[in-house]
């Protein structure tokens, strides 16, 4: 489905839609035949400035070179990436809420298999892969100078050790379906993906979201956060967060017009789910309060939110 495009460049009128309110979400076409994440851009075909027009790859070529120059710096808890780290104890809370609340709750001597997109340099991988709770983590990015800083804080610390914690510099599309982590009588896959800060750098959200959901086995459960495309997220992660001297986190790390509202993820887990049949998504919002760190709130249209969702089939 393809929807029309806003002007690029963001004019005054936009920060003028502050002070008014906004519609919730854009409705989808009744001649649709299945759903896609509903954004500025059409889902279904990437912008011609970030990927080839014959690639078949989730990967931005911008995305990949703007990482790269946070490559560095990403293990330092002062530098670009603070946020970051600052994040990673909420999305372990947030997982461990979610697994709690299963219709089937888990005994406590299960292991759990991750898979880590977009790993970036590790923080939340190399967390997980700490857990007691986890039998093994595979972590893949698209960037190889930012898999090589993952790898070199890999060899700092035996617990990471493989098969402990794999990375993988690729793109979800390059890898291989996992068989069973423990017998044949199993399903392929893995117990749980996640997707933190990924989907806000993705051109086509709902074809990259069918390539990933196979991956993950029956049971298993899709983890991610990402942010809601509203006025006021506009305002605080563009025209703050990436301002000159007083922004937080280097200029260009956002596309607002990427940015997915947490009424069209639901939406397409319900709708479409790539063939798959999925519990209710679960979604939490969580803001950045300068001085305190990130707190979890209970409003999700306006900024950050996490979401987690299980596949029952």
């Known amino acids: 489905m393809s929807i029309s495009s806003p002007a690029r460049n963001l004019n005054l009128r936009l920060l003028a839609s502050l002070l008014r309110p906004t519609a919730a979400h854009i409705p989808l076409s009744r001649s649709a035949p299945a759903p896609t994440i509903r954004r500025p851009y059409s889902t279904t075909q990437p912008r011609p400035q970030d990927v080839h027009p014959s690639s078949t790859s989730s990967v931005s070529e911008t995305e990949v070179s703007h990482f790269s120059r946070l490559a560095s710096s990403w293990w330092d808890p002062h530098g670009p990436s603070r946020l970051l780290h600052l994040m990673n104890p909420l999305r372990h809370d947030f997982i461990k809420s979610c697994l709690q609340s299963s219709p089937e709750p888990t005994h406590s001597g299960r292991k759990y298999t991750y898979l880590d997109i977009g790993c970036g340099g590790g923080i939340f991988s190399s967390s997980a892969a700490r ?29 990471l050790s ?9 793109a979800i599309e390059d890898l291989p379906l996992s068989p069973s982590a423990n017998n044949t009588s199993e399903p392929a896959g893995t117990d749980i993906i996640t997707l933190f800060e990924v ?40 025209v703050i967060a990436e301002a000159p001297l007083i922004g937080i986190v280097p200029r260009g790390t956002h596309d607002w017009n990427k940015y997915i509202n947490p009424d069209e993820l639901a939406d397409w887990f319900e709708k479409d789910g790539g063939g798959g049949k999925w519990a209710p998504i679960r979604k939490q919002g969580i803001i950045y309060v300068p001085g305190w760190g990130w707190k979890m709130v209970s409003s999700i249209g306006y900024g950050n939110y996490f979401f987690g969702v299980q596949k029952l089939l």
């Open 162 to 170: 493989e098969p402990k914690l794999r990375y993988l510099n690729c």
């Open 199 to 238: 989907l806000e750098h993705i051109d086509s959200p709902s074809r990259f979201l069918k390539i990933t959901i196979p991956h993950l086995k029956p049971g298993g459960w899709l983890f991610g956060s990402t942010i809601a495309r509203s006025p006021l997220s506009f305002l605080t992660t563009k």
């Open 131 to 159: 857990l007691p709770s986890t039998r093994s983590v595979t972590a893949i990015d698209p960037t190889p100078a930012i898999i090589e800083i993952a790898k070199a804080y890999q060899r700092s610390d035996p617990a």
